[in-house]
């Protein structure tokens, strides 16, 4: 059977993935996230995954049998891709573009094993309350938003703007379960509903 690698500095995937109940070691892949000139939203967290698993795979040289997934979350708010955020000013204007109304969240995850790469990308949409600037600075000065996509985590404090939910979680979080345990099973790596009960 194929050894399962992640390239990932994230802790939240890494959890994520711990939870389907998948061996797999943690490979690091940095790579540049800046997006190309016209690149769509789709084609961008795409690329950047299928960039994070190839930069792992490289990293492993001469490993036999490797297969490595790497994932990239963006929020899209009026067609613009919000990363992470580089200092307060930008993070509160990340979260004041958010406030009172709906965006999305893409999740892509790319599963390599040196032959072929194949993806899933997966939209969400979540709707946050109305937000004031005092509230957006206090949300800052917790921390939690600095290494966030869109400046938020809806596993964290950020859950407190989160209105509503139309899509998959685990996504928002960093990594969508069912889809990676889909991809996994294509390449001939058992999840959890691989084992029997006891
Ligand atoms: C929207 C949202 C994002 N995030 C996180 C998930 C990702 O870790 C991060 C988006 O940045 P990414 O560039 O996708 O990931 P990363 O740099 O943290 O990790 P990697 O090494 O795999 O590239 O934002 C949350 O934790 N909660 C949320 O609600």
């Not at 389907?20 to 690091?28: E, L, Q, R």
């Not at 404090?157 to 509503?164: D, E, Q, R």
């Amino acid at each position: 059977m194929n050894s399962l690698y992640l390239a990932s500095g994230s802790p939240r995937r890494r959890e994520l993935l711990t939870q389907i109940g998948v061996p797999f070691t943690v490979v690091s892949a940095a790579i540049d996230e800046t997006p190309l000139t016209n690149e769509s939203p789709v084609s961008y967290v795409e690329r950047l995954a299928r960039a994070k698993a190839a930069a792992g795979f490289a990293a492993l040289g001469e490993t036999s049998g490797a297969c490595v997934l790497g994932a990239d979350t963006a929020v899209i708010v009026d067609g613009q891709i919000l990363g992470k955020p580089v200092d307060q000013a930008d993070g509160l204007a990340m979260l004041l573009a958010l406030s009172g109304r709906e965006h999305e969240v893409l999740t892509a995850v790319a599963l390599t094993d040196g032959q072929r790469c194949d993806t899933r990308c997966v939209s969400s949409r979540v709707l946050f309350r109305g937000i004031s600037v005092e509230e957006a600075t206090s949300y800052w000065h917790s921390g939690e938003p600095q290494d966030k996509a869109g400046g938020y985590a809806i596993q964290g404090l950020g859950s407190v703007f989160v209105a509503g939910l139309n899509g998959s979680y685990s996504a928002v979080v960093g990594l969508p379960v069912c889809e990676t345990a889909q991809l996994l099973g294509q390449f001939g790596i058992p999840c959890w509903q691989n084992l029997t009960a006891r």
